[in-house]
């Protein structure tokens, strides 16, 4: 266990309905990064914050997707009208600001019918 | 060409043997480097990190890297079947410190 939680941690939807994952980082942590991964694949980045500033998004990330981060702690990622080819293991990990490494957490599997 | 290659595998070796897994990236201006561990239906897990030229070590595993000629790889000691996953190389390539994985390479250690 590495301090990260993530909620829930499998979710079946169908196509055309919207998903809301939760993701609670390492309490000292202030960056936290949004990763999607689907099978024989390594896991691509998706967005980043630094406190609740979301500075950065992947290209991967289209509009029905939003991430937030509101008070600088929890995260949360929403997928609108979700499509099968959203399928995936979506993590979440965290870093301090002078540290080199990321904890995952242990990821929320989604599954779009 | 993607950033970060990886042999997919699987590697087989036997127990007790050394494993050995590579990893090569294409931007020359890519900063530390990681290995993960992942097991089926899991998240990754750090095994350790490198941002110097060299080996790093750290118990059975060592970390070498050599940035002239854009590798790093993962050496395992005395493999053990519990040691049986997919490696996953990273890189952190901007100051976002985003991750940049490989595809793995799934190592099996035969008893």
């Known amino acids: 266990d590495t301090g990260v939680s993530q909620d829930p941690r499998h979710k079946i939807t169908k196509r055309g309905q919207n998903v809301t994952f939760r993701c609670d980082p390492i309490?000292?942590?202030?960056?936290l990064y949004w990763y999607r991964q689907t099978l024989g694949q390594g896991p691509e980045f998706l967005t980043y914050f630094q406190n609740e500033a979301q500075l950065e998004k992947s290209r991967l990330l289209s509009d029905r997707f939003s991430a937030e981060r509101p008070k600088g702690s929890f995260s949360t990622l929403e997928i609108q009208r979700t499509e099968q080819g959203d399928s995936a293991m979506y993590l979440c990990?965290?870093?301090?600001?002078?540290?080199?490494?990321?904890?995952f957490g242990p990821g929320t599997r989604l599954l779009v019918l | 060409q993607k950033e970060v290659e990886q042999n997919s595998g699987p590697l087989s070796v036997p127990e007790g043997a050394i494993a050995s897994l590579n990893c090569t990236y294409s931007?020359?201006?890519?900063?530390?480097f990681f290995w993960y561990r992942q097991y089926s239906g899991k998240s990754p897990e750090l095994i350790m990190f490198?941002?110097?030229?060299g080996d790093k070590e750290d118990g059975r595993f060592t970390a070498q890297l050599n940035k002239a000629s854009q590798y790093v790889s993962l050496l395992i000691r005395d493999s053990q079947p519990s040691d049986s996953a997919t490696y996953l190389c990273?890189?952190?390539?901007?100051?976002?410190?985003?991750?940049?994985f490989g595809s793995g390479t799934r190592l099996l250690v035969r008893p």
């Open positions: 990990a965290s870093r301090s600001g002078g540290g080199e490494t990321q904890y």
């Open positions: 309490s000292e942590h202030n960056r």
């Open positions: 931007d020359r201006g890519s900063q530390s």
């Open positions: 490198i941002y110097s030229n």
């Open positions: 990273a890189v952190y390539l901007d100051s976002s410190y985003k991750l940049i």
